[in-house]
Each structure stands twice: as structure tokens, then as C-alpha cells.
Nanobody
Framework: QVQLVESGGGLVQAGESLRLSCAVS????????VAWYRQAPGKQRDLVAR???????FYADSVKGRFTISRDNAKNTVYLQMNSLKPEDTASYIC???????????WGQGTQVTVSS
């Protein structure tokens, strides 16, 4: 059974930091690109950051320079370090795993991040 389990969300003030974790099981983790998406109420789900098996990274313009994605293949876990948080970062953050060629796609349930001004 494939599972992507997010953790680390919470309520913080603007300017503070959080680190999200996505623990993955049931797949060959090193074969998968893993991404963080976010979705606020009433809005579409947007890509925040992605890391490939070769540790190439991609960031949305809105988080460049503030967020850092990383992976630990020994722990089957991907992290999202979020610094200098803004109220507009408030959303449910959802982990996504995609294998090479995009044949298999898996989603987590999400973890809520709320940034107060």
C-alpha cells in the first residue's frame, strides 16, 4: 500500500519558519520525483516545489529564495523548509509522488499551514 504522510504544519506568525515532512512508503522512493503542492480554500492546487530522483529542484516564483526542498532517500522522506513565511502562504500543503514517465501518481492528505499577520 502506497502512503504519503505529511507532517509539520501549524500556525505561525509572518516571518517565522516551518519545516514540512513527507514520509513515503510502499514505493521505490529513489525512482520518484516528489513535489509539494498547496491549496487554499476556493483556489486551485498550485505546485510549490519539486525534487527529482537526481535532486534537481524546481520552485514556484512565489517561494524562490524562501523555501527549500530536499530529500533523504535513506529515510524515504522529502522536506520543505519554509522561511520568511507570509500570510499568503496559508494553505493545505500536499505531497505528491510521480515515477519516471508519469505513469504512477500518488498524493498525500495534506498538512495545514496558517500564517498570521
Amino acid at each position: 500500500q502506497v502512503q504519503l504522510v505529511e507532517s509539520g504544519g501549524g500556525l505561525v506568525q509572518a516571518g517565522e519558519s516551518l519545516r514540512l515532512s513527507c514520509a513515503v512508503s510502499g514505493i521505490i522512493f529513489s525512482d520518484y520525483s516528489v513535489a509539494w503542492y498547496r491549496q487554499a480554500p476556493g483556489k486551485q492546487r498550485d505546485l510549490v516545489a519539486r525534487i527529482t530522483p537526481g535532486t534537481n529542484t524546481f520552485y514556484a516564483d512565489s517561494v524562490k529564495g524562501r523555501f527549500t526542498i530536499s530529500r533523504d532517500n535513506a529515510k524515504n522522506t522529502v522536506y520543505l523548509q519554509m522561511n520568511s513565511l507570509k500570510p499568503e502562504d496559508t494553505a493545505s500543503y500536499i505531497c505528491n509522488g510521480v515515477n519516471y514517465g508519469g505513469i504512477r501518481v500518488y498524493w498525500g492528505q495534506g498538512t495545514q499551514v496558517t500564517v498570521s499577520s
